[in-house]
């Protein structure tokens, strides 16, 4: 049986990871919005992670696990398995440091998605867009080349380096009340629960989680992990369900699991576009969604809210599907 | 006959602006992309000025200008007649002051941009879309409310407004070769021929024009004002003619005006949205644009490119349009 509370990530190895990966990712700006303010009655902070050179918070986590492996296992290289922007940022990062990263993707997968990874450098090797198939195909690469596993999100390394996000954020503002960020799999929120937790406990942690996908919030409710098979939301980057570590995180240290629905997110999206004129996906418009269908929770607080990436298929935008 | 020398803005105006303008304008950050610099060739430095309240540079020159009012002339507020930028900033700008804002816009402009003048407090009178009623309708605004009169450019006021961005360019980037801004009637440029020929003589400033309305390149060759009616181009912000005072910045200080056409500019637009993940007018794609079909040109520099603003009307992007 895994030993879960030796792999639980702590400050310390977030400050390491900050370290670690601070010439291999940005310090993004914080943006804000007179005009969001006024609409939530709150004062917005937004951490722009879709500023990051791939374009997602998640060359955060990955940049530390590439480039904390030692010289003999970077010969072999990164492997994982990913339809997102983990893919692309393991890639990324493991071609700053010249080493070989493998990803498993569905062929079902954004071509977009796949162009970048191999833009990047990373070698694809396609599955059927099954569980089973994935797992099949992912355990003969690995084998085949002996790859370092990164999990996208339940992984020390990963969690310690999303942690250095929220440290950022908090160096940037003169303290926050609050910081909402989306919920997928729980890496971004575990790495801010990590390092909120230590350095600002005061501060409350809230996660956006789309209606149509909402396994966090059942789980944060039931009190244990509830998984669902294949939710559908637009906010394709939260369809993954929680695992151990990033549940430890979420039931010790998340005040709030909230929901906003497909339409609530889509004009979230639109807005965020329209008003602090920045690209990102839908998965970072649920944080803004639930604030403006909860004003009354948020009115006259200090809200650090996490705009995760900004991969967009531009010809596809939401709004102009409705 | 009017004296041109008189109304020169000069570099301590300029400075002086930057003082008054401050409080009311942001210190927008400077973006780049790794992978827009591979495929230029060159290191682009991004001035998001997009990234403005009012989503455009234009908050400048039109903050200066409401707020180096005497008390008196406050009191009757100013005007001016713009389909675009101009007159969302200037609203902007006199809101922030409490002072009345009267433009003068054709009753065609677009809905949003008629909107945001009226949620900044600004009035709105309705012309034709004709010289004739424009300058008619303007006579009677201005006779009836006393408002001074602030050009959308041939202004001093306003173009030592706008020379306030590159000097923070300067501050934000450790040197430039060149900056590259587009050019309608020229205010963005010569406020950077204004402040560069003094703080830093030897950037080159280039300006981008869509062949479509090349009115300040033909003006450029043939060294005098050529001045068309009515140019059609995707890059709204960009039909208008060069005057007096922006032809004086243009002559004396641009190393030169280059063209890019429709198709150009919207692939540049849609490469910038994608990589650079800025919602930005089509006008802000035609330096890139420029700058990808004259490589050699730009190869191994530093150069400085202003996106100049962001109001752009989502749900008819040019790519979907095509």
């Given at each position: 049986m895994k030993d879960i509370a030796m792999e639980i990530p702590t400050y310390e190895d977030m400050l390491a990871a900050h370290e670690r990966i601070k010439p291999h990712?940005?310090?993004t700006p914080i943006l804000t919005s007179d005009y969001l303010n006024e609409l939530s009655g709150?004062?917005?902070?937004?951490?722009?992670?879709?500023?990051?050179?791939?374009?997602?918070?998640?060359?955060?986590?990955?940049?530390?696990?590439?480039?904390?492996?030692?010289?003999?296992?970077?010969?072999?290289?990164?492997?994982?398995?990913?339809?997102g922007n983990h893919a692309l940022c393991l890639s990324y990062a493991a071609g700053r440091r010249g080493i070989p990263c493998n990803v498993v993707m569905p062929r079902t997968a954004p071509q977009?998605?796949?162009?970048?990874?191999?833009?990047?450098?990373?070698?694809?090797?396609?599955c059927e867009p099954s569980t089973s198939s994935r797992e099949e195909t992912f355990a003969k690469v690995q084998a085949a080349t002996g790859g370092e596993f990164v999990h996208p999100y339940n992984d020390p390394?990963?969690?310690?380096?999303?942690?250095?996000?929220s440290k950022?954020?908090?160096?940037?503002?003169d303290g926050l009340d609050m910081v909402v960020a989306p919920i997928g799999g729980g890496g971004m929120i575990s790495g801010t629960c990590l390092t909120l937790s230590t350095l600002a406990p005061e501060v409350q942690i809230i996660a956006a989680e789309p209606e149509q996908a909402d396994d966090a919030y059942r789980s944060f409710k039931?009190?244990?992990?509830?998984?669902?098979?294949?939710?559908?939301?637009?906010?394709?980057?939260l369809k993954v369900p929680l695992k151990d570590l990033t549940w430890h995180f979420v039931s010790n240290h998340v005040s709030d699991i909230m929901t906003a629905s497909e339409e609530e997110i889509i004009d979230a999206m639109k807005i965020t576009w329209k008003y602090l004129?920045?690209?990102?996906?839908?998965?970072?418009?649920?944080?803004?969604?639930?604030?403006?269908?909860?004003?009354?929770?948020?009115?006259?607080?200090?809200?650090?809210?996490?705009?995760t990436g900004g991969n967009v298929d531009l010809d596809k935008l939401p709004w102009t599907l409705k």
């Open positions: 990712i940005r310090r709150a004062q917005l902070f937004f951490k722009c992670e879709n500023l990051q050179e791939p374009g997602a918070f998640k060359v955060r986590g990955a940049s530390n696990a590439v480039f904390g492996l030692d010289d003999e296992q970077a010969k072999k290289g990164v492997a994982t398995h990913s339809s977009a998605k796949k162009d970048a990874v191999r833009r990047y450098g990373g070698t694809i090797t396609e390394r990963v969690i310690a380096g999303q942690g250095t996000c950022e954020m908090m160096e940037q503002t039931a009190g244990h992990i509830i998984a669902d098979d294949a939710p559908e939301t637009i906010a394709d980057g004129r920045i690209v990102m996906e839908p998965s970072c418009a649920v944080p803004l969604a639930i604030i403006l269908k909860n004003k009354d929770r948020f009115a006259g607080k200090r809200v650090g809210v996490v705009v």
